[in-house]
């Protein structure tokens, strides 16, 4: 008799990895990384980083504080209300706290998906 031993990816972590995208632990806080956009989970919560400019940035990094923006903003969109926002340095982070990691999961996929059919609508 065979036995199939295997480690169970937690149902986030797969959906990211089938759209090429990565969950990294970093202990207490796990970092989503997609292609042009990173953001992060910590304790039930989820934070979304927009950098704020200074002055100091050339046209290209504008344009990718742009796509961070809009990245943000249409995460935040489908992850719902209620909101919080917190300023840290240049930074703004847009917070959204959920009851349980279930909730929090299932969350994060749909405003991915909302993203991915934005994508190939446009």
Partial sequence: MWINIRVKMGKLEDYLKK????LVN???RERVVMDDYEFFIENLT??????????KESLDDLIGMGTRYARASRI???LGAPLEYELNGTTIYI???FQN???LENSIIKS???IESLRYFI
Wanted: aromatic share 4%; charged share 30%.
């Fill in 112 to 114: 991915l998906e909302g």
């Fill in 26 to 28: 970093e202990g207490k």
């Fill in 19 to 22: 759209k090429g995208f990565s």
């Fill in 76 to 78: 935040s969109q489908g």
């Fill in 101 to 103: 990691r279930e909730d």
């Fill in 95 to 97: 917070i959204k706290r």
């Fill in 46 to 55: 989820i934070l979304l980083p927009i950098p704020l400019p200074t002055g």
